[in-house]
């Protein structure tokens, strides 16, 4: 009876794991189209990205409230109850990711018919590392590889870098061209989207050691303190 019991709990444990999966390929998707919609000018693309996001939202609360339900009803050990409490924390911080993708549908909407000849390549840059992160966070869960999982949170510095020069290349726009600044704000808002649905991929690494080892642990990038100079 108890082989029986665990062999259901482990059945469940294992339709959050694929249920969390398929939320990031959503996510995935979502952001990938929205980037080509924005960049394309593809505006019914971009309809879709923001009308897709009410899909996510839903199998983000399915899978929360299976979660909550194997905590009421089974008895997880201390290991079952950190997967369970890391699946909440990777299927909220997905679906805040779906909506910084949507964020840049809505974008690329509001851009519909008004001038804009600032091009901004890094944007395509910035998701494709993206998604790369995402896809290797992924496999740190599914495969319970802890150093995989902080490797990727040292990585969101090149994603940071992007959005630095983009930011500063898109001031500099305003300060030369004062007609580009309605556009340039709103690709600054881009920017700001990509740039945080790639930190929200830390978050996801950093509950996937936690899930792991059981530490709350959470990156922290030492300061670049300069040598003293001798006197």
Not at 22 to 37: E, F, R
Not at 49 to 69: M, P
């Amino acid at each position: 009876m108890v082989a029986t019991t665990r062999a259901v709990f482990d059945r469940q444990l294992n339709t959050l794991r694929q249920e969390t999966l398929q939320l990031s390929q959503m996510v995935i998707d979502q952001v990938v189209n929205a980037t080509q919609a924005l960049q394309q000018h593809d505006f019914a693309l971009a309809r879709q990205v923001d009308k897709f996001d009410a899909e996510v939202n839903k199998l983000r609360f399915e899978v929360e409230e299976q979660c909550y339900t194997l905590l009421a009803l089974q008895q997880p050990n201390s290991r079952d109850m950190r997967f369970i409490m890391a699946t909440v924390s990777l299927v909220t911080n997905l679906e805040r990711m779906g909506d910084h993708a949507a964020g840049i549908g809505r974008l690329a909407l509001r851009m519909d018919g008004k001038p804009c000849h600032v091009n901004v390549p890094e944007f395509d840059e910035m998701t494709q590392k993206a998604v790369s992160h995402l896809r290797s966070a992924l496999d740190s869960f599914t495969r319970e590889d802890e150093k995989l999982a902080r490797d990727i949170v040292a990585r969101d510095v090149e994603i940071d870098q992007l959005h630095k020069q983009v930011y500063a290349r898109l001031l500099q726009s305003m300060i030369d061209s004062p007609e580009s600044i309605e556009c340039a704000t709103m690709l600054l808002w881009v920017s700001h989207n990509l740039e945080r649905y790639a930190d929200r991929i830390s978050n996801l690494c950093e509950r996937v050691v936690y899930y792991i080892t059981g530490e709350l642990w959470e990156y922290h990038v030492e300061p670049n303190i300069p040598e003293p100079v001798n006197a």
